[in-house]
């Protein structure tokens, strides 16, 4: 019995070596030490740095989940660098996976640490573990603290994001609390002193109390009566489809209708001799190969090329060399041949390609700068192209300048007036407004139902993730904005759905098995 045991207790110590090894850098036996019933389980300099290291896994974890959340919006940032760099590289990306494995790092280093607690063992955190403890902290804060000045907006994603992701984070929050009731438990029981079980147990408690009682305050959308979930949002696609073809072009407009997308939304300019085109940027850099063709015009304004100049631009080799979106799959060998040869598009030939497959259109107008010679001319110009034109339906346009509505409205009647920002109900109806298009960072149930009241529907831009959809179609959205209509439009459900009851039971069973599992342990 005697050989038995000290043999178990032999053949433990090669999994205590290679913890202290990698926490420690401690490998030889005599190198450890074992906490002594009711002393600290450090040295007063490691006590210190511990909060430190809780302090780095806390940051990591919130800036990993708030970078994660923020997906939706990577291709935004990946643009915005790329104006102020001049040249394009998958930054939010590189970021992602930074984040990541720094989260992992630390996340491992808080594994070891408990381990070693749990084995009763002296914690001492190498040097080298340290600085990267350090490190991580530094950029977690920083990224953090620089989001919060650059991407105000962001915080409003992840607050949106909380409504579908809250309930599993809850879930998760629980498991950790069990998993962190072995050591406390281990350590409180050692403790030779009532007030220092207090200090170790009491933290423990009122954290766990408070985990279990925040299903009390939570809300989400997606948690509704069964057969009170409205139709699924009408996808109206981005620019046409830019994750599968350039944007703006002709082969962006037929991917959308080929994947079942509902309406198209573009941005119009006007060249310099009167022709309404199709860009979105202020230059012709980012999505033409004008380098190539008008090396010395790059900075130029795209509205002061001439409609002749503006056609001999290819439209479509951009897309292929910098892949605008992460995750991207890869194109056909018809497709690739297809995207090099598209061209930029007028908006007459969008309206007639809408008009022929029955699509609603959005765009945004871009006034000429100074000096164009169409910058008073231009709203008059836009509608003739729309009205004799092209001819398009006009139950199908969804008019969005807000500038010259009345006029809009006197001269092409039937058009669907719609407006950019919120406002109150009767000054909407009171300029016979039908459709509101907002940022999804302002998306509420509770004003999209007060809307739809009034019928006034709501289209949310720029909706690209499945989580953000399966939001705005729980919440009640008539329709979204989406570079993803091939990947939104085989949504059959939303990704998070469940009845009050459902939950409720979820919750009740969660906090009951955590309960049992932490006293089993305590009571061990």
Known sequence: VVRRSLLQKYEHQPFVSCLAGFYSCRWKRYQREKTEPGKCCCSMRECMFFPLLIAAFCFSLVFLYTWGEGKNDYNGFDWYNYGKLGFWFLWSLVILIVAAVLFTYISLLLVLAMCLLAEGQQLYLHWSHKIGTFLVLVFSISSLFALSILWRDHRKTVRLSFQVTAPYLHIGAIAIMVLLAWPVALHAIRAD??????????????????L?????????????????????????GHRGAPMLA?????????KTIEHGGDGLETDVTISYDGV???MHDDTLRRTTNIQEVYPNDTGKAASFFSWDALQKLNA?????KNKPFAGMGKLSKADQNQAMNQSIYTLSSFLRLADSHNKLVIFDLYRPPEKHPYRNLWIRKILDVILKESKIKRHL?????NGVRAFVQSVAPGFQHTMGRKAPIEDLLKHNIVKL??????MSSEDIRKYAEANITTNFYVVNEPWLYSLAWCSGAHSVTTNAVHLLKDLSQPLFLMTPQQYNIMWILTDLTSVFLISLIFAL
């Open 193 to 210: 002193k009532k007030v220092t079980q207090v200090i170790i147990v009491g933290p423990y408690l009122a954290i766990l109390l408070f």
């Open 212 to 236: 279990f009682l925040i299903p009390l305050g939570m809300y989400s959308p997606c948690i509704r009566e069964m057969g009170t979930l409205g139709p699924k949002p009408a996808l109206i």
């Open 246 to 254: 350039p944007e703006n072009t002709e082969m962006s407009f037929l």
């Open 276 to 278: 309404p085109f199709l």
């Open 316 to 320: 479509g080799t951009w897309f292929l």
């Open 397 to 401: 346009v969804l008019w969005l300048h």
């Open 437 to 442: 298009n907002l940022v999804y960072t302002d």
